[in-house]
């Protein structure tokens, strides 16, 4: 910002034409001022604080979101500016990412999940983000839990050859979409022992029996009270079958 002023002041001694007395002499002259501009200012730094947020979703075949909601705390007042990121881990490598944006310090991300991701808690990186720099970082959570089984269902048995119920009733849409994605593996890799006896404990675990002699006839029992999320299971035992090391379709 700039400004101006006059600076006047005597000079010196003039002689009188007469040879007289001398007189002082005045002048003035118009001066220009520069201010500091704000942006020169000292202004102290921010302390800047992340808490990370966390959350818990019901495993599905399809993808689905997640809401993580970030606080973004500063030593000099409320934070209504940047964003916030936050990066879904798996097995220590990022799979997702979803930003948006901080208002009244905080900021609710919705972070893609991923369908078939298997229960369990998974690694979130949450970071506060402003002018292209990360002023603060912190670790979240996220709690992919198994379907509730509604009962009706086989009982657990010990062995491979336990019969499971097929389509039994009180059994839900997702279940039976998740028995579908387990007997589409187990298809797939008959013969894999080590990946057999994953599945096996999967099918116990999350639907609540053990898996049929005859796979092929479950699979087809069970594509109907899927509905529309048969073909999405299908796809995701095919994927889980492809991921095993050696075995391919």
Do not use: W
Request: glycine fraction near 14%.
């Amino acid at each position: 910002m700039f400004g101006s002023a006059h600076a006047c002041g005597n000079v010196g001694l003039a002689a009188s034409p007469k040879g007289g007395s001398r007189r002082a002499t005045h002048s003035c002259r118009r001066v220009r001022l520069q201010l500091e501009s704000l942006e020169d200012r000292v202004v102290p730094d921010a302390t800047i604080t992340l808490v990370p947020g966390s959350a818990t979703v019901s495993f599905n075949l399809l993808p689905q979101t997640a809401p993580i909601t970030v606080q973004v705390l500063s030593s000099l007042g409320t934070v209504n500016s940047g964003t916030a990121q936050v990066e879904l881990l798996v097995n220590g490598q990022p799979v997702t990412e979803a930003t948006a944006n901080v208002s009244n310090g905080q900021a609710t991300v919705q972070l893609p999940v991923p369908g078939a991701l298997l229960p369990g808690t998974f690694s979130l990186l949450e970071d506060y983000l402003q002018g292209g720099s990360t002023l603060a970082s912190a670790p979240g959570s996220l709690a992919v839990t198994p379907v509730a089984s509604t009962g009706g269902g086989g009982a657990a048995g010990g062995g491979a050859g336990s019969g499971s119920g097929a389509g039994g009733a009180g059994q839900s849409q997702l279940q039976a979409a998740f028995e579908v994605a387990i007997d589409t593996a187990a298809i797939l890799l008959q013969g894999n022992m080590a990946a057999e006896q994953e599945l096996q404990i999967a099918s116990v675990v999350f639907v609540g029996q053990s898996l049929s002699n005859d796979l092929v006839s479950d699979l087809l029992s069970h594509i109907g009270p899927a509905g529309g999320l048969a073909v999405p299971a299908i796809e995701a035992g095919i994927q889980f079958a492809n991921s095993v090391p050696g075995q391919g379709t």
